[in-house]
């Protein structure tokens, strides 16, 4: 299955920059907008054209986005490159790029253009690193292969899980969790010597992969709501009793860290 994408970025300098959440959202149909912090922090809207075709032949979708046909909805996608570059007069102190993202078996093509107060200052040709040329240019600290922004389940995560704990074998966690999470009507729990799952419905879930006498814990954060985030700091004090761990979970929308240990030290630093 492929990937294409279309995106409009921007860097995020101070806290009036947000409002371009809602200006992407507002200015271009189909896009939907969120803050990032991938390497620099930014603004991106970007349109999933995989997505709206899958959903274009809805009659309902149709009439709701203020189209007749198929043809419609592909005018209004192909339009937004070209929209970008008026959009940038609208702010003529801040420099936008345009990302075309086309992903297909694995491999990714990417081209664009840097664009501040309608002038295009920078054109990219489709490459394997176009993206990297494209970014690098925006905020310099870009520079690695992986932009999270680009990821399938961007749009959706709240946060992400990482952490390890030491010395201990993965027959003891599942046990600790199967007892601790016995409810099967809210919770999943799947395992092997080469991996352990724990998944609460559509809200989170926890990796946990043997790796030497470690654990490396990883996971994904779906519902970030105060109830939520609490059950989620929970399964450590329920599950991880006499282990030596450790735990950093970075909320994407809160943009703050909390990290936690075996001392039961809780420490939040909280992003810029």
């Known amino acids: 299955m492929g990937l294409r994408l279309k995106n409009i970025i921007t860097d995020y300098k101070s806290e009036e920059d947000i409002t371009f959440i809602r200006e992407f959202e507002k200015s271009f149909q189909f896009v939907q907008a969120k803050r990032f912090n991938a390497q620099f922090q930014g603004i991106i809207g970007q349109i999933d054209e995989r997505k709206i075709e899958q959903n274009c032949y809805d009659e309902e979708f149709l009439q709701n986005n203020n189209c007749r046909n198929l043809d419609d909805v592909f005018e209004i996608i192909y339009e937004f490159e070209d929209k970008i570059s008026v959009f940038s007069e609208k702010f003529p102190n801040k420099s936008f790029v345009y990302i075309d993202v086309d ?114 814990i990883t996971g994904v954060i779906y519902n970030d709501d105060a109830e939520m985030v609490n059950e989620i700091l929970s399964v450590p004090d329920n599950s991880f009793q006499g282990m030596d761990y450790e735990l950093e979970i970075t909320f994407s929308e809160r943009t703050n860290v909390v990290k936690k240990t075996s001392n039961n030290n809780v420490n939040n630093d909280r992003g810029k």
Not at 142 to 157: A, M, V
């Open 103 to 216: 992903c297909f078996g694995g491999t990714c093509l990417y081209k664009g253009f840097i664009v501040k107060n309608g002038e295009i200052s920078y054109r990219q040709e489709s490459t394997y690193d176009g993206h990297i040329k494209l970014l690098e240019r925006l905020n310099q600290d870009f520079k690695e292969w992986n932009f999270e922004p680009f990821s399938r389940d961007f749009f959706t995560k709240r946060g992400e899980i990482n952490g390890k704990i030491y010395d201990f074998s993965i027959a003891g966690l599942w046990l600790a969790l199967k007892n601790d999470y016995s409810d099967t009507t809210k919770y999943y729990i799947d395992g092997s010597a080469n991996g352990l799952l724990l998944k609460h419905n559509n809200n989170y879930t926890y990796y946990f992969k043997p790796s030497n006498q470690n654990i490396e």
